[in-house]
């Protein structure tokens, strides 16, 4: 098609306009692929690594606090309950498992989570799959063994049968804070995709010992009930009473989620501002070559060229501008989603997988039509205009 | 019918309305002009005279505010706009002063495009047709520079070549050798005079050149006067 091709040329004949335009669209387009992939797969990863997590029983405090630092490792544990709270709950027949934790070491900031031997028959029911499966090695069982989590081994380079003393509290580094206890480890996990990659597995037992604790207490136990009516009896016994709180992970979750779209909409809303701007840009490089296209509108006018044909080709350029920035913000955007994912992935082990979304389809189609609605009225006077005024040597 | 007059004006007024007034000017007024096939015309006189408004009315691209115009037996006075383009397309080929040439095309392509969008010619003899045309004015070296790249004189044979695209059987130009050097002078005049010769075409050529009137069948002369702002007369060539 003529039209088409005179478009593109006339494109490729004023490179440094075109590609800026396209670029500004291209970074707006990016930003919004970006936003929606990593929010998205945000959430994604958030649901995934909180799969293992049913009901969390922990010391009365922000029930945000106890998903913060049980499932996502961030954020200071709320407190500590009696391990004897925690068998009486263990033993309740409405409860199919219990498994506790206790919180509060680290080694290099990698934080120390005593387990029962239960964590590592962690299964998930739909797959039947272990949650925290052994890749290397077997799962600690006596007292200073330890299995390192996916992450872990594979920063802190230690393999089966190294050392190491832990420290107190959950930064690296303070002086005085170390216990004399040597570990050893006996294991490596598998990835979970859940937080629980960056941390240390060992005996409830070892982390009492080096605590030196005469009254036994855990952090947090993961309980998963029999059925749903004892998940919200357990759930509303258990919040009634003074000694814990249970926190249902899946309104936690979704209370977590809430703030995070707080910050998207916001995200969102500067993406649509650099849409518009990105638009504004394509409208502007059109008029700036105003004085160029009414001539070239001109000529093709007077060589046989109809009004409708000259429409199409002011038309057609900032639609086939557009259509470059958006392939190249589709590109960018998902570059730049995997890259932030990535560098998430190493700082907190949640799995963030951005992926193809159908509405990448509706950003690209929202970018043709705000560029098309942006050179509509460039066409519209390529349409309308005097041909033999434009036609006279300059 | 070689006698019979394939451009045919009467009674043809154009006025223009004045930007931001109601008044009006009198661009042209020509009684009567009749041009038979074959036959080359030079359109002279001053400046203002309405050499460029006669043959944008010929070629359709502006309309009469009265009088009548027929061209090859189209009443083009009747027609609406896009009828105007088609006759445009298929029977009007146009050389400019100023070349005219789209600046982000190569020679080859400016001349392709004109049979592009006229679709006059078969598209798979468009690209072969180019060719020819640019070696017969001597572009055979210069068909895939852009204007930029080539001399006032070459723009000028492009303009020639993309005129002579559709082959139409009326030619206009308007002053085209005003800007172009003495060979250049010589190439566009006989290409365009040898297209009546050969091939039966009308050739109407608006120009100051008085050098150039020899070359034509007749010569009419536009002229302002004081009481009738603009008349014309016949002369011999």
Known sequence: MAELRIAWSNLLFRPVLTIVAAAILGVAVALAIAVLLLSRAMEDGLVRASRPFDLLVGAKGSPTQLIMSTILLQDAPVGNIPFHYFETLRRDPRVAHAVPLAMGDNVHGFRIVGVGPEFFRLTDPASQQPYFAVAAGRACKSTFEAVLGAQVSAIWRMGLHGTFQSQHGLLEGVPGSAHQATYTIVGMLKPSDTPLDRAIFVPLDSYWEVHDATAREITVAMVRPVGIKEFYQLYQEINQGTVAQAVLTGQGMARLFDLLDQGQAILTKVCYLALIMGAATVFLVSYAVGAQRRRETAILRALGAGRWSVFVIGLAEPLITAAWGTMLGVVAGHVAAWSIASRLHDASAIAIRPTFMVEELMVAGAVLLLSAAAGLLPAIESYRQDVATNLAPV | ?237
Do not use: W
């Not at chain 2, 006025?15 to 007024?29: C, H, K, N, Q, Y």
């Not at chain 2, 020509?30 to 070629?59: Q, W």
């Open chain 2, 1 to 237: 019918m070689p006698d019979l007059p394939s451009i045919v004006v009467r009674d043809l007024v154009k006025t223009f309305r004045l930007p931001g007034s109601a008044a009006t000017v009198i661009a042209l007024d020509l009684p009567k002009l009749e041009v038979k096939r074959g036959e080359t015309v030079a359109i002279i006189g001053p400046s203002g005279s309405g050499k460029t408004t006669l043959l944008n009315v010929i070629a359709g691209l502006l309309t009469p505010s009265q009088g009548e115009v027929v061209v090859n037996g189209t009443a083009i006075h009747t027609l609406d706009e896009r009828a105007r383009d088609r006759f445009r397309a298929r029977t009007i080929g146009y050389v400019f002063q100023a070349f005219n040439l789209l600046p982000a095309f190569s020679a080859l392509e400016n001349v392709r495009i004109a049979m592009d969008l006229c679709h006059v010619v078969p598209a798979k003899e468009r690209q072969e047709k180019s060719r020819l045309l640019l070696a017969e004015l001597g572009l055979g070296a210069r068909m895939h520079h852009k204007p930029g790249q080539l001399s006032a004189g070459e723009q000028q044979r492009v303009g020639v070549a993309r005129a002579l695209a559709n082959a139409p059987q009326v030619i206009l130009a308007d002053e085209p050798t005003a800007s172009v050097d003495q060979e250049t002078r010589e190439i566009v005049l006989n290409s365009l005079l040898v297209e009546a010769q050969t091939n039966g075409k009308i050739v109407m050529v608006a120009t100051h050149d008085d050098g150039l009137l020899p070359r034509f069948d007749r010569v009419e002369r536009l002229r302002k006067s004081a009481i009738n702002p603009l008349m014309v007369t016949t002369e011999d060539g």
